[in-house]
């Protein structure tokens, strides 16, 4: 993977940046941007409707992406594949379409972003029981704790699958083995791994698996919900209006097939289909090789740190268990006041706060961390310069 | 919240000229608004500044943005004190423009903002230290009045028939003797200014031209041919007023009033007066060619008195 040649790729670095906020929100290559523009300038449309050649150019591509992101992790079927908002409105299509009636339990980990959080909180008004599994001290995945989190009520697992707090990826082979043996449905936040490693949705065996298309190269706005077709065909329709009916009259009206039952109203066309020309450019790339940069890079980080006593780095030690996510407090300092300075004096772009993890740091009395999170296009320099900006401060 | 208060006026102000600071000023008006009325200000707006500040100086010298975020607190308050005193030279300069049509006040004739080309006070200014304690200076009779003689107020006015400034300030001191009616006239001392060509020769020839009793036409007439004041036009002048040019000229020649000329311009310098034209009000000294209002401030509080 030859980084300085495919940071030719995307403008935005030709700024004098250090971008590390990736987890966030992934810079876009000119490649996804032309191809959002080539939409509104070529063939703006509306797909499914019409049918003159502007709409069928349109259909084509969007069902050129749904192959695309099939592809990337690894469906069955591209009927399988439901365009979103982002994560979060997948995530609430679940909560509010899966059947969950009162004295049904949810199981979640206790390091929950709030959209895999909030959408089961307010099911719990209604009487549904929401069980958070207590993670290791290090933040790993308590297998143990999650086996005895099941009741014959439990209906559905809803995880992260790596962390967008510290980077730590649960065993999610093993999370839906014992699901399913309680017959529990699963349902993975794979916001932070599609865009980083390899995903395999047959192979891990999930029923359901949300991501965002924005930190994976894609436009904002874009989302993907990837639900086993039989487990799609059981869900009750979530959002309603055009195009989710084959026909209405004012008594009743007869759903659409998947995918479209589920994709409600005029879709972000020049965003999915950006989505798939996103796609096609992490498979150039190749995940393994993303996932062997983004270690590289945070070992490089964790190492420089490691015995430095007034950080404290979330999560194991062991940076190949932390993606590309470095999520650190520096002990006697406000973490804002940290991010703000090595904006300022160096631009380098990280987040600090609770990244809508609050749960987890409310418990633990703390305000939040700073987070650096490297992706693709983050170089070995940045990471040392990003090391020697952070020594200044901690010299304070 | 210190710093938050400094930032308000400073962001209200760039958020004129930048859309970006105008959200910045409602955080940190919010900001104080909230502590002023003991809520809790969550914004972190001050935490922000003192990051983006330390970043910066980091980038000049780490040691430096180490004090820097040690002493934060301290020097907000430096910056909460020197905002306070700015916000009061402020208000004394706007305070000053208004009465005095400059912000240093009447005295000053020094760079003003909201007069930046300073049209109300620019002087003919002369080279000499402003002695420390300064002589006010007296009515004399030798000297001319313009007005009613018996008016309760007198200006004593100094100026140069050579300097554009003493020009500018003749509509505004014929201003004032209009609008006063009577109450107000201007004793016209000649005040020498040494680089301007003819400065002493057109004092003396006013003051032949008052021995005629032409002084006041005279003395108009020299403003308005300033630009082209020359020592034979002094002479033309006292011509077309239909002056005895034979007193005139021996006059003139013989220099009969430079020791009259020399006593204003000397008492000019003792009442400390910089350069022309340079008015006195009772105790209150005018320097420039200030507007109307400035004069008329003072003046009603002189007839006051």
């Known amino acids: 993977m030859n980084v300085e040649k495919l940071r030719e790729d995307f403008p935005i670095l030709k700024k004098p940046i250090i971008y590390f906020d990736s987890a966030c929100m992934s810079l876009k290559p000119r490649q996804v941007i032309e191809k959002v523009s080539k939409y509104y300038t070529d063939y703006t449309a509306c797909a499914g409707r019409s049918s003159h050649k502007f709409a069928h150019e349109v259909e084509i591509q969007v069902a050129g992406t749904r192959k695309e992101v099939k592809c990337l992790i690894n469906a069955k079927r591209d009927s399988e594949i439901i365009f979103s908002k982002n994560t979060t409105e997948s995530i609430n299509l679940i909560a509010n379409s899966f059947g969950l009636k009162p004295g049904d339990e949810v199981i979640i980990s206790d390091k929950e972003h709030n959209s895999n959080l909030l959408p089961w909180l307010k099911l719990a008004k209604k009487g549904i029981k929401v069980v958070p599994v207590e993670s290791n001290e290090d933040n790993t995945f308590n297998i143990n704790n999650f086996e005895k989190a099941f009741t014959e009520n439990t209906k559905l697992v809803s995880v992260v699958h790596t962390s967008n707090m510290d980077g730590v990826t649960n065993p999610v082979k093993e999370i839906v083995k014992i699901a399913h043996n309680n017959n529990a449905a699963v349902l993975v936040d794979a916001a932070q791994s599609v865009p980083s490693k390899e995903v395999d949705v047959q192979s891990l065996g999930v029923d359901f698996l949300a991501f965002s298309g924005h930190k994976a190269l894609g436009p904002t706005g874009t989302g993907v919900l990837y639900g086993k077709k039989e487990m799609l065909e059981k869900l009750d329709q979530f959002l309603m209006g055009g195009e989710t009916v084959v026909d209405s009259t004012y008594t009743g009206y007869e759903p659409e097939e998947l995918p479209a039952r589920f994709e409600a109203g005029l879709q972000n066309y020049a965003g999915i289909i950006g989505l798939g020309e996103a796609c096609k450019y992490l498979k150039k790339v190749g995940l393994k090789n993303i996932s062997r940069h983004e270690f590289k890079l945070n070992k490089m980080l964790s190492e420089a740190f490691a015995d430095n006593e007034k950080i404290s780095i979330l999560g194991p030690k062991d940076p190949e268990q932390r993606a590309g996510i470095f999520s650190f407090i520096v002990s006697g300092m406000d973490i804002h006041d940290v991010s703000g300075m090595l904006s300022a004096s160096r631009n380098i772009m990280l987040r600090s706060g609770a990244h809508c993890v609050h749960s987890w740091f409310n418990k633990r009395g703390l305000k939040g961390s700073v987070r650096a999170s490297m992706y693709l296009y983050n170089t070995e320099e940045e990471a040392q310069a990003f090391i020697d900006e952070l020594n200044k401060i901690l010299k304070f | ?305």
Not at chain 2, 78 to 89: A, H, K, Q, T
Not at chain 2, 173 to 187: A, L, M, S
Not at chain 2, 255 to 265: A, L, M, N, S
């Open chain 2, 1 to 305: 919240m210190v710093l938050c208060l400094v930032a308000l006026p400073v962001f209200a102000v760039l958020s004129i000229f930048s859309v970006k600071y105008r959200k910045l000023t409602k955080e940190a008006f919010d900001c104080l608004f909230k502590t002023v009325t003991f809520r809790k200000c969550r914004s972190g707006l001050d935490n922000r500044i003192r990051a983006v500040l330390t970043g910066r100086i980091i980038r000049l010298s780490p040691g430096i943005a180490k004090i820097f975020y040690k002493n934060y607190k301290i020097f907000s308050w430096v910056l909460f004190i020197l905002l306070v005193w700015s916000f009061y030279v402020s208000f004394i300069g706007i305070h000053n423009y208004i009465l005095y049509g400059n912000c240093n006040g009447p005295e000053s004739s020094g760079f003003c903002i909201f007069d930046p080309t300073g049209s109300n006070s620019r002087i003919s200014e002369i080279d000499y230290v402003i002695p420390a304690n300064i002589t006010y200076p007296v009515l004399e009779d030798d000297d001319p009045i313009i007005g009613d003689p018996k008016a309760e107020l007198t200006i004593i006015e100094f100026g140069c028939y050579t300097c554009p400034y003493t020009k500018n300030a003749e509509s505004t001191v014929q201003k004032i003797i209009d609008y006063y009616n009577g109450r107000v006239n201007v004793q016209f001392k000649t005040f020498v200014i040494p680089n301007h060509p003819f400065s002493t020769e057109s004092a003396l020839a006013a003051d032949c031209a008052l021995e005629q009793g032409k002084y006041y036409d005279y003395h108009k007439l020299l403003f308005d041919n300033q630009e082209k004041m020359n020592y034979d036009m002094l002479i033309s002048l006292a011509g077309s007023l239909g002056m005895n040019m034979t007193q005139f000229t021996n006059c003139l020649e013989d220099e009969k009033y430079k020791f009259e000329v020399q006593d204003d311009t000397f008492m000019g310098l003792e009442a400390g007066v910089p350069g022309t034209p340079t008015f006195f009000i009772g105790k209150s000294k005018v320097v420039g060619p200030k507007p109307f209002k400035t004069f008329k401030n003072i003046i009603d509080e002189e007839l006051k008195k």
